[in-house]
């Protein structure tokens, strides 16, 4: 059942909501019980806040009350800073002497109201500030990306034009909150849809074991993650049995084609589809189904409502070839929160500079080859480390890779490799750099090699490929 929202400017186009569940417990909040809850709150914040419009924290996340406090403060037009739940003290801190809120959520029943809060400008309406996400810099200058009404509107309107409706009527999401994928693109775009919305956040390794039973027990029909995700789960947990899941998105990551097919099998579809976004761009610009494309290593597919080019060694955009990937969507960024030098160095006229390295062809369809930030140079021979780490995981020995550039007095960068093996196996770097040898060209082989018991992930469930850098050769 859906009921009607609180009326804002910017659900005009989403009058209904859905259902919210806890899948671990099975506790619900109807689609009623949610539009009274996020009333209240409304009026809770009213009462709290300096003035209208507030700019909110919420340090908490993961549940039926985040999306509450969540849909309350864009109920009174304010902004909304969703935070990691695993910060430290400190980097509260840190975001809170940045941001300068009016008001603090540090849990699901909390208000903290803050005294010398920054008064908002006036109001511009569908562009003022939503939501900010931070990617970066809770111990430093933050880097918070801004959203507008306006980009969060277009995004969860294309969701619910390229996800079929009937997919999307149960979403489970197991993504934290405070992260685009999860949020806007696993949650808000159902929830807001109208359709029933299950939270698992944060699976553990342990719980894994079940993932195939909650998916049968909720009649899961649609979920979305990262490829260190199906990793795990694929080990952990036998396939569903109640054939439910229609479809399934995987993002954020480079997402290998034998993962891809793995994940086909397991879940009994093969609707399973390589999604391409980012936080500033809200989350899914594009994507290829195994139901229209063949798995192939850093296949994106075709744009979601948008436009893709890359930017030419020559400086050109073009619309086909190869270069630094490009994207114009109206899910946009408004800009970096209070960083103007990074909001200027991320555009190219009306065009975002994703720093991926991908290309387009003459059907329009991208792949993606590398990162130009991770771009290690050995002697003027440029190797992309995404590449190495799709081939490492190929190997029947290995679980995961991670390849870096290790400084060297001669070459400038030599490559250097981190895996984690399969339990039971015992690679070696002779035999490990044999293999390798047979398969990508001679500059491309790692000459420095570390063996983990796991890779850091950030808390996006990214591979940090910095952090392990650091790590092996610190070590070294």
């Known amino acids: 059942m859906t009921t009607k929202v609180i009326p804002t400017a910017m659900w005009r186009e989403f009058p209904n909501i859905g259902s919210i569940t806890d899948a671990r417990s099975g506790a619900s909040w109807s689609a009623d019980r949610l539009a009274q809850e996020i009333a209240a709150r409304?009026?809770?914040?009213?009462?709290?806040?300096?003035?209208?419009?507030?700019?909110?924290?919420?340090?908490?996340?993961?549940?039926?009350?985040?999306?509450?406090?969540?849909?309350?403060?864009?109920?009174?037009?304010?902004?909304?800073?969703?935070?990691?739940?695993?910060l430290t003290a400190a980097e509260i801190e840190n975001i809170k002497a940045f941001v300068r809120p009016d008001l603090i959520l540090a849990g699901t029943d909390d208000i903290l109201a803050i005294s010398g809060a920054i008064a908002p400008p006036p109001s511009r309406g569908e562009d003022d500030p939503a939501l900010v996400l931070f990617t970066s810099g809770t111990t430093g200058e933050p880097k918070g990306v801004v959203h507008s009404y306006r980009s969060l509107q277009a995004r969860v309107a294309l969701n619910l034009t390229y996800i079929p409706s009937a997919s999307l009527r149960r979403s489970l999401c197991v993504l934290p909150t405070h992260f685009g994928h999860g949020l806007i693109g696993n949650c808000l775009s159902p929830l807001l849809g109208g359709h029933d919305l299950y939270l698992a956040c944060g699976l553990g390794p342990m719980e894994l074991k079940g993932f195939s039973a909650m998916i049968d027990a909720h009649k899961i029909s649609f979920m979305s993650s990262v490829p260190s995700f199906w990793k795990l789960a694929l080990r952990m947990s036998t396939p569903p049995s109640g054939g439910t899941l229609s479809r399934i998105h995987i993002g954020s990551a480079p997402l290998a084609a034998?993962?891809?097919?793995?994940?086909?099998?397991?879940?009994?579809?093969?609707?399973?589809?390589?999604?391409f976004g980012i936080t500033e761009t809200?989350?899914?610009?594009?994507?290829?189904?195994?139901?229209?494309?063949?798995?192939?290593?850093?296949?994106?597919?075709?744009p979601w409502g948008g436009d893709m080019a890359v930017l030419n060694d020559t400086g050109e955009i073009m619309t086909t070839g190869e270069g630094e990937l490009l994207v114009r969507t109206p899910s946009l960024m408004s800009g970096y929160d209070q960083r103007p030098d990074l909001t200027e160095a991320a555009f190219l006229n009306d065009w975002f500079r994703t720093g991926d390295v991908g290309r387009i062809d003459a059907s329009g369809c991208a792949r993606l080859t590398g990162r130009i930030k991770h771009e290690i140079n050995r002697a003027g021979m440029k190797i992309h480390p995404e590449d190495l780490d799709l081939l490492f995981e190929t190997h029947p020995d290995v679980m995961e890779a991670c390849a870096f550039g290790v400084p060297d007095e001669i070459a400038g960068e030599i490559v250097g490799i981190a895996l984690v093996l399969k339990p039971?196996?015992?690679?070696?770097?002779?035999?490990?750099?044999?293999?390798?040898?047979?398969?990508?060209?001679r500059e491309a082989v790692p000459e420095k090699w570390f063996f983990l018991d796991e890779l850091p992930k950030n808390e996006r469930g990214k591979l940090d490929r910095m952090k392990v850098q650091h790590s092996c050769l610190a070590g070294s």
């Open 424 to 441: 039971g196996t015992e690679g070696t770097p002779t035999l490990l750099r044999k293999w390798c040898a047979e398969r990508v060209r």
């Open 282 to 302: 809200a989350n899914w610009v594009g994507g290829a189904s195994a139901k229209d494309f063949t798995p192939e290593d850093g296949l994106i597919g075709m």
């Open 258 to 275: 034998k993962l891809w097919r793995k994940v086909m099998a397991w879940s009994g579809t093969n609707d399973v589809v390589n999604t």
């Open 42 to 86: 409304q009026e809770a914040f009213a009462k709290a806040a300096p003035h209208p419009r507030p700019r909110v924290v919420i340090a908490h996340g993961g549940t039926a009350e985040f999306f509450r406090d969540l849909l309350a403060v864009w109920a009174l037009g304010g902004t909304a800073y969703c935070l990691n739940t695993g």
